[in-house]
């Protein structure tokens, strides 16, 4: 294609692109590298309803001047990525060269807020992308096999966990899960503990947030496949039924291989998706036991009274380049496949 | 793979029933609890004392004189104006959807003839923008869109979705426009037309089935957004989570959950409608496209 | 603080002399022209406040209200342009600081003396001698108590936090309930409230005065986490999930004695949908004092307006006019039960005990300094730990201080 017309094609997706995310990021990488200015702050008498006290206020005349000087604020370098709240180097080193063995010295980096997150938000990606991948494969497989007029209704009742919107879903499972819900009271009688709470312990905590990612998981991966299923060719199917192959080995060695590149492109969405987990912590209120880095940026953004817009933005700076680095083996089959392509 | 290569053996068949039930069960049943709650007060559906409550209503009785109450949907519907937000999101989403798509099947569709090494480039671009937290993102709108007084419409949100959807429409469509053969456009542009009437009259035809299924995904993410709704809309536009959220209330203040819930069993029956009725598209669709990669 | 104590029972007598002014044409405002635009937080009370502003809009002054849970993070940059998207911003004593600390708004001295006759002293917050906004309601926690199990269990109406431990003791030891406490525990917003409202009652100080640098590494932050930990002893394992709304519905299901609890939700609590057997028994008092302090260990709040710097004075006068309006003793008289109002007229209903009783035991407001909300977040994440058991008082409180002083130095203030 010449480059005019790919020009012509593309511009309305670029520009939209450009604008709303390009630019955004841009300012926002160069926020994270910046801090505020140094406040005046003056100590002054404030009065209400409930009486009088000496607070301090800021003098925003003072720090206007200061902030026309110099309307990003000061330069501070990697300073903001580096801190106590991001990758605490400073923090790191102290632990590791006075801990005694090597298990305190992880237990006090667990400690740090943004190791705390980030572990959390790697193990639930590497635990829900892969079971959520092979769930929603087995329920395409078995779904595939049900007589047709089953199907329709089959297939919409799978969807629906996607479907709910995330903000009642986790309240109401929240609520299922509490020991007087109706999977919490459930499970008190099954394992016969009726001090069993599943919100109590962090490893609870943490197995009922995998558990509920991979059920919002599934169903994505299991449309994408039974979709797949449906061009597998019946010839190649059938000479292998002839070859002998058994029917585990005609999914190993015909159905898996045909599938895969449909399991490159739900891997790709869901690793991502699922690095940016959210909603759940705030839906099962398990900040106690699990937070996640886009946990920490909706905490410094939103979630309080006070907003650290260069706090956010080194943690969304450094989410970026984690999905980045998750993708870059897909991105390079990707290279090959463009590169195949172009030839 | 059709259903007719080999007869299953009776118990791999059992097997298989009960996998699809269980399935069913696990993905379904906290929806139908939400349904059957929907009809009941809070202090049944989100009981402290026991979930037996949620099944037989008694708070539901004693406050209403009845097992079953309307109370949650006549609050979310005609108290708190919840058919405002219907209006609202129908409108974000049905534009947003034609947008994304029609913005997508022209980047896609270049993207996937063109074989120039910056083409990879803008995939991968799009990738890394579509990891960047939305909440971020929406923050960094704020002060621009008050200054150029556009904060508040319909449209700015619109916009502001097509843009935040646009790297996974233009990666899925990418795909769909790689599975169809070059030939065909090319022989239709030996044939006279120009790379646009290709495009226009003899590709998307054939893509149809993979334009409604992106156009589904596209749907769904406008209609279940949160981040840019709730953050760039004023009330009176409000969309329907963001005003479920509302619902909800604050740490202070009590909110009405029911109202919430009724609100969130009623967004669901288009979804319904939907999906039950695009069902065979997003089948076909996904199969003649995703499939290559 | 002295000069307090004597208002607040002053403005209980005021308020006993009700003047029933409801009769009053209801749309005069007395505005001339105007635009009025108000963004505010979204319940009850603020929608009727912005609801009666509204009353004022004719052919010349237009008013608009937009009530939005997400009003904290629109305000910033809806005040900063100019002329500002927004005329009036409904904040609280957390939420005002941000605007003080960008001076996005302008002081009301000379619209409270020309057009706040009906406002009483007592509504106007000062800082640094100028009006900077006009509280209309306020809110504390307190204390929920069920009268009938501590008659069971045989213990006063505790006045103390160390009183609560040794009613829940005898609650428990008398085989009533095993876990009769709760408390907003969620790691979050609840959590660090808990932990401020504690250590408030201590007397002490968050700050070294006149500069940011925390102050809380001392005895008495110490005291106050013990004590918070020890409070969840006698508490559902799940503690660290509940919120202030869990809170309400623990206790209508009967499963707590004590609690300390939003004023705001009391209403609820005792109302027509509550569980009737419970709500009989429902009492409120002051939040009780906490490790020998004479006040209750709690923070109060105020609900006001402030206006926008960057408008016109026409468009500031007529929007002090409306939200003078929109908050007159003529939608108190209206809507007596909805909040505890500071407004002249105002008769507090039996909901509205707790927080009185809290106010006159001298609680001090939540403070105003422009850090405060940098300490919250901190508290917000860093207690989370603690409160489960994994680590100690001294390493909470020095993981508070690392977190604060990193947002504080990023934003300037260290």
């Avoid at chain 3, 237009?62 to 009530?67: E, G, I, L, R």
Wanted: charged content about 15%; hydrophobic content about 50%.
């Amino acid at each position: 294609m010449p480059h005019k017309t790919f020009f012509w094609f593309i511009l309305p997706s670029v520009v939209a692109m450009i604008l709303f995310i390009a630019l955004p990021i841009a300012s926002v990488v160069i926020q994270s590298v910046y801090v505020e200015h140094e406040r005046v702050l003056v100590e002054v008498e404030n009065c209400g309803p409930f009486g009088c006290s000496t607070e301090v206020r800021v003098d925003t005349e003072a720090t206007e001047q200061l902030r026309s000087e110099q309307p990003l604020g000061r330069f501070n370098g990697l300073g903001t990525y580096l801190n106590r709240a991001h990758l605490a180097v400073e923090e790191v080193g102290t632990i590791v060269s006075t801990s005694a063995s090597i298990g305190e010295a992880l237990t006090r980096i667990y400690n740090l807020p943004f190791y705390k997150a980030f572990l959390f938000t790697l193990i639930y990606c590497f635990v829900v992308t892969p079971l959520g991948i092979m769930l929603g494969f087995t329920i395409a497989l078995a779904v595939n096999t049900i007589p047709r007029l089953l199907k329709g209704p089959v297939i919409f009742f799978s969807l629906l966990p996607m479907i709910i919107t995330p903000l009642i879903g986790s309240l109401i499972l929240y609520w299922m899960f509490s020991s007087n819900g109706i999977l919490g009271a459930t499970l008190q009688t099954l394992f016969n503990d009726p001090t069993l709470t599943l919100r109590q312990s962090p490893a609870l905590t943490w197995i009922t947030l995998l558990v509920y990612g991979v059920w919002t998981a599934a169903p994505f991966s299991f449309v994408v496949f039974y979709a797949g299923l449906q061009t597998v060719p019946g010839d190649t199917l059938e000479s292998a039924m002839i070859d002998g192959a058994s029917r585990w080995e005609r999914v190993r060695f015909v159905i898996i291989p045909h599938l895969a590149p449909l399991a490159t492109f739900v891997g790709l969405v869901q690793l991502m998706d699922n690095f940016r987990v959210f909603e759940p912590i705030v839906g099962f209120s398990s900040e106690a036991s699990a937070t996640s880095l886009s946990w920490l940026v909706f905490n410094d953004l939103v979630g309080q009274d006070s907003q650290a817009f260069g706090s956010a933005a080194a943690t969304s700076v450094i989410t970026i380049l984690g999905v980045v680095i998750l993708l870059t083996p897909v991105l390079i089959r990707t290279w090959r496949d463009f590169n195949a392509k172009g030839a | 793979m059709s259903a007719s290569v080999g007869k299953q053996p009776l118990y791999l068949k059992a097997a298989i029933s009960g996998f699809v039930i269980l399935w069913l069960i696990v993905a379904a049943f906290p929806f139908l609890w939400t349904v059957w709650g929907s009809f009941k007060v809070e202090a049944d559906f989100f009981s402290r004392v026991g979930w037996w409550n949620a099944i037989v209503g008694t708070r539901t009785e004693l406050q209403t004189g009845s097992p079953f109450t309307g109370d949650g949907y006549y609050g979310a519907w005609v108290t708190r104006d919840f058919w405002r937000a219907v209006v609202n999101t129908g409108i974000v989403t049905i534009s947003v959807t034609a947008i994304s798509l029609v913005l997508g099947t022209l980047g896609g569709y270049a993207l996937a003839r063109s074989g120039h090494k910056y083409a990879f480039w803008i995939l991968i671009a799009a990738l890394v923008f579509r990891a960047m937290p939305h909440i971020t993102l929406v923050s960094g709108y704020l002060l621009p869109f008050f200054e150029l007084n556009i904060w508040g419409h319909l449209a700015t949100s619109i916009i502001v979705l097509v843009a935040i959807n646009q790297p996974f429409t233009l990666w899925m469509l990418h795909s769909f426009f790689l599975s169809i053969p070059k030939d065909l456009d090319e022989s239709a542009m030996v044939d006279g037309c120009t790379r646009f009437q290709a495009f226009r009259l003899v590709v998307i035809p054939v893509m149809w089935p993979g334009v409604i299924t992106t156009g589904l995904f596209s749907f769904l993410l406008a209609y279940n957004d949160f981040a840019v709704t709730s953050m760039l809309l004023s009330q009176d536009n409000q969309t329907m989570v963001p005003k479920i959220s509302s619902f909800l209330g604050s740490i202070q203040e009590q909110g009405n959950v029911m109202y919430a819930v009724a609100a969130v069993v009623s967004a669901t029956v288009p979804l319904f409608i939907l999906v039950l009725f695009f069902q065979r598209q997003i089948v076909s669709g996904l199969t003649a496209g995703a499939v290559k990669g | 603080m002295i000069g307090f104590k004597t208002t607040v029972p002053a403005v209980l007598g005021a308020a006993a002399l009700i003047t029933l002014t409801a009769g009053v044409a209801l749309a005069d405002c007395g505005i001339e022209s105007g635009s009025v635009r108000i963004l505010s937080n979204d319940f009850e009370a603020l929608r009727i406040v912005n609801s009666m502003a509204e009353e004022c809009a004719s052919d010349s002054v237009t008013v608009t209200a937009n009530a939005t849970a997400e009003h904290k993070n629109i305000q910033g940059p809806a005040l900063t342009i100019d002329p500002a998207e927004y005329t009036v911003a409904v904040v609280a004593n957390n939420s005002i600081v941000s605007l003080l600390n960008e001076g996005l708004i302008r002081p009301l001295d000379d619209l409270v003396a020309e057009y706040g006759d009906s406002l009483r002293p007592n509504q106007l917050i000062s800082v640094d001698g100028k009006v900077m906004a006009i509280a209309f309601m306020a809110n504390s926690q307190h204390m929920f108590y069920r009268s009938d199990i501590l008659e069971q269990a045989g213990v006063d109406v505790p006045t103390s936090y160390e009183e609560v431990l040794a009613a829940a003791q005898a609650i428990r030891d008398a085989g009533l309930m095993e876990y009769p406490l709760a408390a907003a525990d969620k790691p979050g917003w609840d959590l660090a409230a808990e932990f401020v409202n504690m250590y408030l009652g201590t007397g002490d100080d968050f700050f070294v005065p006149g500069s940011a640098e925390l102050a809380i590494d001392n005895e008495n932050g110490l005291a106050t986490l013990e004590m918070m930990r020890a409070m969840t002893e006698f508490m559902d394992p799940d503690y660290l999930t509940f919120d202030a709304n869990v809170l309400n519905q623990e206790w209508d299901a009967g499963n707590v004695a004590i609690m300390t609890q939003w004023g705001s939700l009391a209403g609820a609590a005792t109302g027509e949908n509550a569980n009737p057997e419970i709500a009989a028994n429902t009492a409120f008092a002051a939040a009780p004092t906490f490790h020998g302090g004479s006040t209750p260990a709690v923070a109060l709040w105020w609900d006001g307006f402030t206006i926008a710097k960057n408008i016109s004075d026409e468009d500031a006068a007529a929007s002090f006019q409306a939200m003078v309006h929109g908050a007159s003793p003529q939608t108190v008289a209206a809507n007596p039960n909805v909040a505890t109002w500071l407004v002249e007229g105002y008769e507090p209903g039996p909901a509205a005990v707790g927080v009185i009783a809290t106010a006159n035991g001298g609680a001090r407001a939540y403070p105003m300094q422009p850090y405060m909300g940098l300490l919250h977040t901190a508290l917000s994440t860093e207690l989370a730990e603690f409160m489960a058991g994994q680590e100690d008082a001294e390493q909470a409180l020095a993981d508070v201080k690392a977190a604060y002083s990193t947002a504080a130095r990023e934003a300037g203030f260290l």
